[in-house]
């Protein structure tokens, strides 16, 4: 047991409340920023989920500024949801700006924690696979998703698409429809 300073120390933090931290341009006070990059699990919880409210709601700008606020976060598992998040929302800027900030999704995953191109082959949304396919390619499961979606392409007859899914992305051909 401590002598109860650091408990006091503690207390007097947080009755400094946010008026006397401040609260940043991105919604977080600046003492959680901190803690967040120090390791603190609560206030990595709290970076993260505005960073999900950022990438799902479709503000590129504000998942750049809290994104540069902790350089570090990119190599983070929370880093690769927020992909997911923007995903599954159709929000191809957020994971534009995601992917350039250097967060490297786990694309050759069958995990939808941490792999987008599964929320955004469920969520047709083209934008988003044309950010991921260059990095789809180098992985079995994730040729086969993209695959798997060019299906209905090919089932109605977009020959445009196909043209454009096979010659400008690259994506292989192969898929046995007899299989299913």
């Known amino acids: 047991m401590g002598s109860g300073a650091a408990k006091e120390a503690g207390k007097r933090s947080r009755e400094a409340g946010p008026e006397a931290v401040g609260v940043d341009d991105v919604g977080l006070q600046g003492h959680v920023l901190e803690a967040a990059k120090a390791g603190n699990q609560e206030c990595q919880d709290m970076f993260f989920e505005k960073l999900n409210q950022f990438a799902a709601s479709g503000n590129a700008d504000g998942l750049e500024r809290l994104m540069s606020k902790w350089k570090g976060c990119t190599h983070t598992h929370g880093a690769r949801e ?30 939808p ?53 096979l010659q400008v992305h690259k994506i292989p051909g192969g898929l046995d429809i007899r299989k299913r």
């Open 113 to 165: 924690l941490v792999n987008p191109l599964i929320h955004a082959v469920e969520m047709k949304s083209w934008e988003c696979i044309e950010l991921l396919v260059p990095r789809a390619l180098k992985y079995n499961f994730s040729t086969r998703l993209l695959q798997e979606g060019m299906l209905e392409f090919v089932l109605a007859g977009d020959v445009d698409m196909m043209v454009n899914l």
């Open 82 to 111: 927020a992909t997911c998040v923007a995903a599954q929302n159709a929000q191809a800027e957020c994971l534009k700006v995601l992917l350039n900030q250097g967060v490297r999704p786990y694309i050759g995953r069958n995990d």
